[in-house]
C-alpha cells in the first residue's frame, strides 16, 4: 500500500467507539483522511489558542461588557 507524497504512515489509538463513529461516517477508506482532517483542525484551534494567549498578555483580558456591546450592535 502507497502513501501519498509527503504523508507519512502512523499507527493511534483511540476508543472504539470513536473508530466506530469514523467508519459509520466515511467508511473504512475514508479513515485516514476523516483522522488527519481532524488533527489539522486541531492544530489550528491550537494555533489560536496561542494567539489569544499571546494577545491576552500584551492587551489584558478581554472586557466582556464591550464584547456584549459589539455583540448587540452587530445583530441590531
Known sequence: MSTQAGAEKHSVTMPAETSEGVRSRVGARGFSAYVADAVARQLERDA???????????????????????MSRLTA
Open 48 to 70: 489560536l489558542d496561542d494567539l489569544l494567549a499571546e494577545m491576552t498578555a500584551e492587551h489584558g483580558p478581554v472586557d466582556e461588557a464591550e464584547v456584549a456591546a459589539i
